[in-house]
């Protein structure tokens, strides 16, 4: 009976630890690799995301990085670690709301790295913008893994290129 229980509580951390991480076949194409970055911090104000699924998609070392763009017109980048990132993503996406969904996606790969530039859609409160993601990614032979992510938005009047809309 003992071995029964202890084998029963086992089974059921082995279960719930892998609902909360991240499907293996997510992560075996770009494609869905970039998608359920979308899909995990998309969604409505006091919605909780899954950030233990957020941090399975990147490296450890992985930077995510903004380019602002002042009323002087100066360019100014804020680049966040991951762990960074998270606690932002907690502080402002799951307390205020926060939608982004992708246009257009260009993917250009070549022996385990890939680079894809993606147009988006997003809004966050009362504030809307289109901009273009750009994602480094590497495959370890089993999976690909978000390296990098920069974005920019059209904030400052520049249009998004013609390749990079519908």
Not at 87 to 105: A, C, H, M, S
Not at 115 to 132: I, M
Request: positive net charge.
């Amino acid at each position: 009976m003992k071995y029964s229980i202890y084998s029963i509580l086992i089974l059921l951390s082995f279960n719930n630890t892998y609902a909360q991480g991240l499907d293996s076949n997510i992560v075996k194409t770009i494609d869905g690799t970039i998608n359920e970055t979308y899909k995990i911090i998309t969604g409505e104000k006091g919605k909780n995301r899954n950030w233990e699924a957020f941090r399975l998609l990147f490296t450890d070392d992985a930077q995510l990085s903004v380019l602002r763009h002042d009323t002087s017109g100066k360019n100014i980048t804020n680049t966040y670690t991951l762990e960074k990132f998270v606690r932002l993503g907690i502080k402002y996406y799951e307390n205020d709301g926060f939608v982004e969904y992708p246009i257009k996606t260009i993917i250009n790969e070549y022996n385990g790295i890939a680079n894809v530039f993606q147009s988006y859609y997003a809004k966050e409160l009362n504030y809307e913008e289109k901009g273009v993601n750009s994602f480094q990614l590497i495959n370890d032979g089993k999976r690909w893994w978000i390296k990098s992510l920069l974005w920019t938005s059209d904030n400052n009047g520049i249009k998004i290129p013609e390749q990079l809309r519908k």
